[in-house]
């Protein structure tokens, strides 16, 4: 065949490859989502980056941090698929070498993710074997030209004869037909995979009939009600979501379970039944994420539903020596939890429920721990199915090895949520409000201080615990002109909240939250 220009080959390459991800998703269908390339690739970078570009990239894409991976993935991958579409062309041994080295890269990752089992390698080596096909037969369709060849003109070598033949319809119905493929694969096997591995039918069974609590949450009252200002509760819908999890890991509730072990005089196993048995108590807690800058959302107040985790931990018999929990997700996420914060009174519990509702799958369901007063990533595991009592000099876990703290209570903070950064108000009384946290501290007081005058104290919403954050509000008298705003508030223990800058990294950001206005 005549080798047809670059454009067309390249073209062949990334069809190709887009047929071997279809079929791997397919095949993903059956084994499980986790297992396809692109959530094995995503798992393996994220594991592996280096604290500079995962800060940017957070900073810069927030919670779209993964869409923004997977579009660098996609990308990537399909240069090099067109530049082995474009080396099959030419040396076809070449670009099955080089689908070979990718397909081996993809099991690779595959196998390093830390829920890895052999089912797993499935999707990719079938996803590759029909790659290999797909790129053998839209950069050489002579290969597979079954019809007789012309008979040779004298003195023509079999060669001459056969260039010409027609081949750019078959090359066209060829990349057409790869098109074809990798479409009703990909989206067909996404389909299955949710079709399922997929927990919302499960999670609808078991919205009827929660527990009431033995204790409730104490009523807070309605709050401070201003326009702009954050509401006492957040709701599920607008919860802010952080986790290395590519497809949200879906448990069916009648599938759960729960090993207590390690350091204990005897293992527990708990299914879902006997977790919702047991004494429900619901609480308002207060989640952040290390990763929140000053001023930033990363934050979230909700109503939880659970049990309290340190009676389970006391049943299973706490050995000396142990200072840690870990617990794990089937993501194969980790996280370590001191024992003397769980025990020490107060509400540490495995929540199954949000605001009146199971835990939404993204938050966790069906059973995730909250610890008031610890970042989330020390304390808060979603899709909780293992909980290790150990010690921290025997284990790291997932964000400690990568150079966040051990050890992260979280400081205390406030935001100014109205009037917004860079806006413009009228002159006059302003309301100027936001919320101050400080988790199992409390707040005590709020200030606003205008330009470089006196701090202003704030008025506070009632406070019922002090596990949650607190609204404030202060009325301004705002004058003509620009202005710089700032909060500060003061904890439980009359500690005020230091105006030192820190990075989220290693355990947390600190100082003033600022703003700028206009007044006219
Ligand atoms: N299984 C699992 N649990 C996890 C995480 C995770 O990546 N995987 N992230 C933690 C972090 S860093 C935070 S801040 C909280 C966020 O909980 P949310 O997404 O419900 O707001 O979950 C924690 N629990
Ligand atoms: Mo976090």
Redesign the pocket.
């Known amino acids: 065949m005549r080798r047809s220009g670059w454009p067309g080959a390249a073209l062949a390459g990334v069809l190709s490859a887009a047929v071997a991800v279809g079929v791997a998703e397919a095949i993903a269908a059956f084994v499980r989502p986790e297992a396809t390339p692109f959530v094995t690739i995503s798992g393996a970078v994220t594991d592996r980056a280096p604290q500079g570009p995962r800060e940017w990239a957070i900073r810069t894409f927030g919670t779209a941090d993964k869409a923004f991976l997977l579009t660098v993935i996609t990308v990537l991958l399909a240069l090099f698929a067109a530049g082995l579409g474009v080396l099959a062309t030419r040396r076809l041994r070449y670009g099955i070498v080089g689908v070979l080295a990718l397909g081996a890269f993809v099991a690779w990752t595959a196998v390093d993710r830390p829920s890895y089992t052999p089912a797993d390698l499935a999707p990719v080596l079938v996803g590759t074997l029909f790659g290999m096909l797909a790129l053998i037969l839209s950069t050489r369709p002579d290969l597979v030209d079954r019809r007789p060849l012309a008979r040779p003109l004298p003195g023509a070598s079999e060669d001459d004869v056969r260039e010409p033949a027609p081949d750019t319809s078959r090359r066209t119905v060829i990349l057409v037909g790869a098109a074809a493929v990798a479409a009703v694969t990909g989206f067909g096997g996404r389909m299955l995979q949710h079709a399922r591995f997929n927990a919302e039918r499960s999670r609808a069974s078991v919205a009827g009939n929660l527990p009431a609590p033995i204790s409730a949450a104490a009523p807070a009252g309605p709050g401070l009600i201003e326009p702009g200002l954050t509401p006492y509760l957040t709701s599920n819908a607008d919860?802010?979501?952080?986790?290395?999890?590519f497809t949200v890991?879906q448990l069916r509730a009648e599938d759960w379970q729960l090993r207590i072990h390690g350091l204990v005089d005897r293992e527990i196993r708990l299914d879902y039944p006997q977790l919702r048995a047991r004494l429900a108590i619901e609480r308002d807690i207060t989640?952040?994420?290390?990763?929140n800058e000053v001023g930033g959302d990363?934050i979230?107040n909700a109503r939880w539903l659970g049990t309290p985790l340190a009676d389970l931990l006391r049943e299973a018999g706490i050995r000396p020596g142990a200072d840690q929990i870990v617990?794990?997700?089937p993501?194969g996420?980790t996280?370590g939890t001191p024992l003397r914060e769980v025990l020490d009174g107060r509400d540490a519990m495995l929540a199954y429920a949000m605001n009146g509702e199971p835990l939404p799958i993204?938050?966790?369901f069906p059973v995730?721990?909250v610890v008031p007063g610890l970042?989330?990533?020390v304390?808060?595991?979603?899709?909780?199915v293992d909980l290790e009592v150990t010690r921290f000099d025997a284990f790291s876990a997932?964000?400690v090895k990568l150079g966040w703290a051990r050890q992260a209570p979280i400081k205390t903070q406030s935001r100014l949520d109205t009037p917004r950064d860079e806006g413009t108000v009228n002159a006059g009384r302003v309301p100027v409000a936001g919320v101050a946290w400080a988790q199992h501290r409390g707040i005590a007081a709020v200030e606003i201080q205008v330009d470089e005058g006196p701090w202003q104290p704030a008025e506070l919403a009632p406070q019922t615990t002090t596990d949650t954050w607190r609204q404030y509000r202060w009325m301004w008298d705002a004058t003509p002109g620009r202005h710089v705003l700032r909060v500060r508030a003061t904890d439980g223990t009359g500690a005020v909240q230091t105006a030192k800058n820190a990075d989220v990294v290693p355990d947390g950001a600190t100082g003033y939250h600022r703003i700028g206005v206009t007044v006219r």
């Open positions: 919860f802010y979501r952080i986790d290395t999890a890991p989640l952040a994420c290390v990763s990363l979230g617990s794990r997700s993501d996420m996280i993204k938050h966790g995730r721990m970042y989330g990533y304390s808060a595991c979603k899709w909780i997932y964000w």
